[in-house]
């Protein structure tokens, strides 16, 4: 089992910043992804930004440029640094991960990001 702890989210005007975090503790293999997803009103959870254990990235196309994935290995903690915000980035974010072997998906209790002026 795995447990994720997110933080960060909040409420931002357009063109601000958040930094969002989100710290596995558990059955934590050192094979692994980590990432963040978002899920707006009426609409299907979706990627917006994966790291891999090893450094690979992600990201979705409305995020590129504007939003950055990051991790620490040593704390098995995952961060997004969210630039330029816009109205359209207003979602409920999720931490998910998912790791050797068996690549299950474990979910973070999830955190509110609102854009708006």
């Known amino acids: 089992q795995v447990q994720l702890v997110e933080s960060g989210g909040g409420l931002v005007q357009p063109g601000g910043s958040l930094r969002l975090s989100c710290a596995a503790s558990?059955?934590?293999?050192?094979?692994?992804?980590m990432g963040w997803y978002r899920q707006a009103p009426g609409k299907q959870r979706g990627v917006v930004a994966t790291?891999?254990?090893?450094?690979?990235?992600n990201y979705a196309d409305s995020v590129k440029g504007r939003f950055t994935i990051s991790r620490d290995n040593a704390k098995n903690t995952v961060y997004l640094q969210m630039n330029n915000l816009k109205p359209e980035d207003t979602a409920v974010y999720y931490c998910?991960?998912?790791?050797?072997?068996?690549?299950?998906?474990?979910w973070g209790q999830g955190t509110q990001v609102t854009v708006s002026s």
């Open positions: 558990g059955s934590i293999s050192s094979a692994n992804t």
């Open positions: 790291m891999a254990s090893g450094g690979r990235t």
């Open positions: 998910n991960f998912r790791g050797w072997p068996r690549w299950d998906d474990y």
